[in-house]
T-cell receptor, first 119, second 110 residues
Framework: DTEVTQTPKHLVMGMTNKKSLKCEQH?????MYWYKQKAKKPPELMFV???????INESVPSRFSPECPNSSLLNLHLHALQPEDSALYLC??????????????????FGPGTRLTVL | GQNIDQPTEMTATEGAIVQINCTYQ??????LFWYQQHAGEAPTFLSY????GLEEKGRFSSFLSRSKGYSYLLLKELQMKDSASYLC???????????FGAGTRLFVKA
């Protein structure tokens, strides 16, 4: 099973709303990622969690708040977003490089994404 | 700094072979990935190279030369469904960062 699931598939929200994006994987991966992708652009890394601890925050504005409640779940809480935050938000997971389970690679497997529109 | 270059677009004919090149400059290289991404969908893993040479997987092959900072993805027996963007991504040492190139949009015509 190499499936990463994300909900919702589509989300439309106003600038004053609070919403959350959810991501789940059951591959036993201990690293989970949030990316933002604008049209015709590559994915841009936002956050990385390793063993449920925040490992990387790529200087993301505080209106994006990640949470990793357990090894299978990753959330992204959204508050007071701007129209320019409209994008495809991708979740990914991988083994942690250097561990026995990684087998020499930490290939990231992506979920289908949440298409976010901020009005 | 880091830089990943790929052609923006390529067109090829169904049944043909196409090679998508990727050159990279990065401080701390620890592997190169190729992903396929259809419009509006998530990237799908295709291949991984960390040592020099060719990795073959069915109709797809990927080559790496670390000394030249160069990789290519070779697609054989092209099918219409291969029309997609192909992303070259470089993994950096010392952490979880994988830097994606802008992608090459491949159009397969009948």
């Amino acid at each position: 099973d190499t499936e990463v699931t994300q909900t919702p598939k589509h989300l439309v929200m106003g600038m004053t709303n609070k919403k959350s994006l959810k991501c789940e994987q059951h591959m036993g991966h201990r690293a989970m990622y949030w990316y933002k992708q604008k049209a015709k652009k590559p994915p841009e890394l936002m956050f990385v969690y390793s063993y449920e601890k925040l490992s990387i925050n790529e200087s993301v504005p505080s209106r994006f708040s990640p949470e990793c409640p357990n090894s299978s779940l990753l959330n992204l809480h959204l508050h007071a977003l701007q129209p320019e935050d409209s994008a495809l938000y991708l979740c990914a997971s991988s083994q942690v490089m250097g561990t026995r389970l990684a087998g020499g690679t930490d290939t990231q497997y992506f979920g289908p994404g949440t298409r976010l529109t901020v009005l | 700094g880091q830089n990943i270059d790929q052609p923006t677009e390529m067109t090829a004919t169904e049944g043909a072979i196409v090679q998508i090149n990727c050159t990279y400059q990065t401080s701390g290289f620890n592997g190169l990935f190729w992903y396929q991404q259809h419009a509006g969908e998530a990237p799908t893993f295709l291949s991984y190279n960390v040592l020099d040479g060719l990795e073959e997987k069915g109709r797809f092959s990927s080559f790496l030369s670390r000394s030249k900072g160069y990789s290519y993805l070779l697609l054989k027996e092209l099918q219409m469904k291969d029309s997609a963007s192909y992303l070259c991504a470089v993994r950096k040492t010392g952490g979880f960062k994988t830097i994606f190139g802008a992608g090459t949009r491949l159009f397969v015509k009948a």
